[in-house]
């Protein structure tokens, strides 16, 4: 060992690779900044896109055409498009299901940007005559997603662990009487792979840093009605967290400019 360590002059370090890379260089910020980008604006368009009577196939054959073009190499993953009651399945991948009026639609996809992943989640009300946010089923569901995630988002500063930022949005989902209904961590890194170390999870005792990049997701799954589920890919900053996309966050109808 020590012959080939003087040849090389290297240092034995104790890190594992997933460790190593979980406070990414200021290239590689940019670089998942743009992928951000590139997922923000594919969020945008499939919202104006989607319209009652699509498969839900189409609209995720539409939203990874759309991001290509705007300069992803490939999605980061296979495009989830979970209408209706199918929005109860965290990860319900495109299917055949028809796309109606007045139905919640879940889309979580990516982009991926010179190797770089994107990971993004926004839950949209499919426009229709008499279709109104306000008296859907899930609307006040809606807002206690809501209100964990911006809570876990405003959690989040250099020195806080990752269970407790899991714990902040955990607490709003508890206390509005849906913790059955969820059932995953809150979030994960996000670089090289769309999946990274650490997690905001219950168990996670890894202390933030800058530099870090980690996804947002609360969600709350009701079986035979639906769900709604809101992520977001946010930077650690010396400060707190900076989001790193622009689509709001209301309950936006599909089809409107």
Known sequence: MHRWQSELNSTLVSATPDVLRQIKTPDEVEKIRLACGIADRGAQHIRRFIQAGMSECEIAAELEWFMRQQGAEKASFDTIVASGWRGALPHGKASDKIVAAGEFVTLDFGAQYQGYCSDMTRTFLVNGEGVSAESHPLFDVYQIVLQAQLAAISAIRPGVRCQQVDGTARRVITEAGFSDY???????????????????????????????????????????????????????????????????????LTGEA
């Open 182 to 252: 969820f059932g995953h961590n809150t979030g994960h890194a996000i670089g090289i792979e769309v999946h990274e170390e650490p997690r905001f999870s219950p168990r996670d005792t890894t202390t933030l840093q800058p530099g870090m990049l980690l996804t947002v997701e609360p969600g709350i799954y009701l079986p035979g009605l639906g769900g709604v589920r809101i992520e977001d890919v946010v930077l650690v900053t010396p400060q707190g967290a900076e989001v790193l996309y622009a689509t709001p966050k209301t309950v936006l």
